[in-house]
């Protein structure tokens, strides 16, 4: 079956940095999305990987291991305003996205 | 910026009423998704469309829902009877192409409850 696995919930200092995994099973593989949902609104896009390695965006940088089947999302200088849920999705053979349940991040001053 | 408008945001209604949300996606995007998102979940795909064309209603409990897209931009996606179990946020999504890598983009979305 397909399968994304990400821890349910994170808590990290201000100011800090953080770093949330995700490793995924999919029938074949092209690309892993990383969103941020803040609650009770829409996921809005934050970084797509398809090759193996890190992709920088400032605060936020998204690294993928395709033979690892694992990516991170890695966010720096944390502000309140991080504070959300982040969605990790594995695009699979058929160009469907497998969606993982997300990660809740707590910020505390 | 260009965006994907839903409507309504929120609508509350009760068991076995009929219950519709509406969708127009970024102009020019082809591919038109919704997706029923619980609270502590991911976003779970009910039907795509490319252009006005079915492409994937695996997961749509089409004895209760329905989706169209007839001109092949905005959408309407249909609840009825709705059921308590339904409560959940109703999302629209839009891309470029179909089977592509491109990058899905969402609505506000419109919450529901069913009393």
């Known amino acids: 079956g397909q399968n994304i696995d990400q821890p349910t919930e994170m808590t990290a200092t201000e100011g800090a940095i953080v770093q949330i995994n995700c490793t995924y099973q999919t029938s074949g593989f092209n690309g892993l999305f990383w969103y941020q949902q803040h609650a009770g609104e829409a996921p809005t896009f934050l970084s797509y990987n398809v090759l193996d390695g890190l992709e920088e965006k400032g605060r936020f940088s998204s690294f993928l291991s395709r033979s690892k089947g694992y990516s991170y999302l890695l966010l720096k200088e944390l502000q309140m305003k991080d504070s959300a849920s982040y969605l990790c999705a594995a695009l699979d053979s058929n160009y469907q996205l497998i969606w993982g349940a997300g990660t809740k991040l707590i910020i505390k001053p | 910026e260009a965006e994907v408008a839903q409507s309504p945001r929120y609508k509350i209604t009760e068991k076995s009423q009929a219950v519709a949300f509406w969708c127009d996606p970024i102009?020019?995007?082809?591919?038109l998704y919704w997706y029923r998102q619980i609270l502590g979940q991911g976003p779970e795909l009910l039907v795509q469309f490319q252009d006005e064309s079915v492409v994937d209603d695996s997961q749509l409990p089409k004895d209760r829902f329905s989706a169209e897209r007839l001109k092949g931009v905005d959408s309407t996606l249909k609840i009825q009877p709705a059921e308590l179990g339904d409560s959940a946020m109703y999302l629209c999504?839009?891309?470029?192409?179909?089977?592509?890598?491109?990058?899905?983009?969402f609505g506000p979305g419109t919450r529901l409850t069913v009393l």
């Open positions: 102009s020019g995007h082809a591919t």
């Open positions: 999504a839009s891309s470029r192409g179909q089977a592509t890598t491109d990058t899905q983009y």
